[in-house]
């Protein structure tokens, strides 16, 4: 580990020792390593005595149903606690309604997280791109302060690993990635329940919506693209949360390089999300959009119409992402090519509002930022930023 990593994470122990109250905040249409991620470091403070805010602006996904502790979890931005957490959230944008640029400048802040295009923006930043998920990071803040998670915050935990490497199958897993899976498998995590609840629960309008992204995909070369309406959703009466992971099953497909799908939202705007095959890296193409993430996982929020917003897309790959058979001839993409779009945050005053049982490039001090090597894809979909 490399020592700015280390200093980063024995500075974010310390002060979560030190605290009384804590807020841990995750990105908005969080997967299962924000939700994970932020409930388990907020049962591990919770099990010290302390007292936890766990926050995120849209509701957790369906999968994330079982965890322990998701009832806790409230769209409520931070107040007056002693340190206010980001976790999974690859800019300060990814906070939606929950980050006040003014508040954030006056309070502590702490960034946790594993995206390549974080630059950091906390007091106090853990950012390790080499680690498979954030879950993981957490686990090493849990040496740091000398706690041994209990098994509800490890399920919680391997959760975030496990669906962020898409069952131990993306290339960033790693040997210490599977230790990580040992220790909280040891602490009472069940892996095979966990499994289940995250890839074998699917609902059928959610197997109808995978149909109908197939059926509309695109090929322009060495890319693909698709797109869900709303109109999509209405018709096969899928719920947004629905989505999560069909980019995943989307990308498996052989012949494109690189796959987008486009997904438009209640307000008009539309959620990319961007896979890709090892050595073909995304993140220029989702930076000129204005997003970010990992080289094989990433994504952005832009303005609509959604055919105009295709078109944009593809516009952006085709300038920025080099296919496989061009970087193996030692070509580079298109100097041109897509504007930089400002990704937004959702809007809608909802702090405060508690979700129950929900199925359903910054800027600042970035001092203690710590990045590893940016190796390998995120895995599940939505964890690319």
């Known amino acids: 580990m490399a020592d700015g990593l280390s200093a980063a994470i024995a500075g974010a122990a310390a002060e979560l020792l030190e605290a009384r109250r804590v807020w841990i905040g995750t990105h908005v249409d969080p997967d299962g ?6 409930l388990g470091l907020g049962t591990i403070l919770r099990d010290m005595g ?10 957790p996904p369906p999968e994330t149903a079982f965890l322990p502790g998701v009832k806790r979890m409230v769209r409520t931005a931070p107040t007056n606690e002693d340190i206010w957490s980001a976790l999974d959230a690859a800019d300060e944008s990814r906070l939606g309604t929950l980050y006040d640029p003014e508040r954030w400048a006056a309070a502590r802040t702490h960034v946790v997280d594993h995206h390549a295009s974080n630059a950091g923006f906390g007091d106090v930043n853990v950012i390790d791109p080499s680690a498979a998920s954030t879950a993981e990071i957490v686990v090493a803040l849990a040496d740091a302060m000398g706690v041994t998670p209990s098994s509800d915050a490890a399920t919680c935990l391997l959760t975030g690993v496990v669906t962020d490497t898409l069952g131990f199958r993306t290339s960033n897993t790693t040997p210490r990635t599977l230790e990580c899976a040992r220790r909280l498998m040891s602490w009472g995590a069940d892996l095979g329940a966990i499994n289940q609840h995250v890839f074998y629960r699917r609902p059928m309008s959610a197997l109808r919506l995978i149909g109908r992204a197939i059926e509309r995909t695109e090929t322009h070369g060495p890319f693909a693209i698709s797109t869900i309406s709303r109109a999509d959703l209405r018709e096969l009466g899928a719920a947004p949360g629905a989505m ?3 980019t995943a099953i989307l990308a498996t497909a052989a012949e494109p390089d690189a796959f987008a799908l486009l997904r438009e939202r209640a307000d008009g705007s539309v959620d990319i999300s961007l896979r890709s095959k090892p050595g073909v890296d995304l993140i220029p193409a989702a930076v000129a959009l204005g997003g970010g993430g990992h080289p094989q996982a990433s994504g952005a929020k832009i303005d609509g119409p959604l055919d105009a917003a295709r078109e944009r897309v593809l516009a952006a790959l085709q300038a920025h992402v080099a296919p496989l058979a ?3 001839a030692g070509i580079a993409p298109d100097a ?3 504007q930089a779009a400002d990704p937004g945050a959702d809007s809608g005053d909802v702090s405060g509002t508690a979700f129950g049982d929900a199925s359903g490039t910054a800027s600042g001090d970035a001092s203690g930022t710590a990045s590893g090597a940016a190796s390998g894809a995120a895995g599940a979909d939505g964890a690319a930023r």
């Open 326 to 328: 061009d970087r193996q």
């Open 244 to 246: 999560r992971g069909v």
């Open 336 to 338: 041109g090519g897509a």
């Open 50 to 59: 302390k007292r936890v805010v766990t926050a995120c602006d849209d509701p």
């Open 33 to 38: 390593d924000a939700i994970g991620s932020a």
